[in-house]
């Protein structure tokens, strides 16, 4: 099944500017500018696989086994959506450096 252009469209956007805005969150509130861009792949995994997080520790090999299989099994149009968000956490880290080099305290 193919996504309409419109729903990738607003996907990216959407997934873009709430990973943005998470980042910027935690940048102000923790005072680390690349956490975002860092929890970023693990949040991604939780989007995509199906596996529990437990499952990581008791099966490893049956857990990477299905993540690799879920990530193959992505359509384009997901991948880009993906990338849209980590792009949007990586931004929130640059904004953050470019306000905090120009005199922002609070940042």
């Not at 990216?12 to 805005?21: E, Q, S, Y």
């Not at 990586?90 to 305290?105: D, P």
Request: hydrophobic share 65%; no cysteine; net charge positive.
């Amino acid at each position: 099944m193919q996504m309409p252009l419109p729903v990738l469209l607003i996907s990216v956007l959407l997934f873009f500017v709430l990973f943005f805005g998470i980042g910027f969150l935690l940048n102000m509130l923790l005072r680390m500018t690349w956490i975002m861009a860092f929890i970023y792949p693990i949040v991604a995994i939780f989007i995509i696989d199906k596996v529990s997080f437990t499952e990581y520790f008791t099966a490893p090999a049956a857990s990477l086994a299905s993540l690799g299989n879920s990530f193959s099994n992505l359509a384009p149009a997901d991948v880009l959506i993906l990338l849209s968000g980590l792009a949007g956490a990586i931004a929130a880290g640059f904004t953050m450096r470019v306000l905090r080099k120009k005199g922002y305290r609070m940042f």
